[in-house]
């Protein structure tokens, strides 16, 4: 995936701006069941807000940078506890996708 460039960012953001944390990392960090749903939420929606509850903030930078090696995905926007998250989907499905679908 090339890099995203600073028109793409603005368009992200604005995009982003509408949607809702789906999700949520808490206080034990990156688990399993975590980065399975964020693999789920990112094939599925393509670009997600994600809430991380580290009180630090250079603990919750971390841990946001940990979950887009993981998932493979580029962080749009960091804005105190939310992450802006964007990776595109193998196979988008138009109803899904928070790119493709109208809001």
């Not at 975590?34 to 250079?58: F, M, T, Y």
Request: proline share 8%; aromatic share 0%; charged share 30%.
């Amino acid at each position: 995936m090339p890099p995203l460039t600073a028109s793409d960012k603005k368009q992200l953001r604005s995009i982003g701006h509408k949607l809702h944390p789906i999700v949520t990392l808490g206080d034990k960090g990156l688990s399993e069941g975590v980065a399975q749903e964020l693999e789920r939420a990112l094939e599925d929606h393509e670009l997600i807000k994600v809430k991380v509850n580290a009180g630090d903030p250079g603990e919750r930078r971390e841990l946001i940078d940990a979950l887009c090696e993981g998932a493979g995905a580029e962080l749009v926007q960091a804005i105190g506890k939310i992450a802006l998250l964007y990776r595109p989907a193998k196979k988008p499905d138009p109803r899904l996708s928070n790119l493709l679908r109208p809001l």
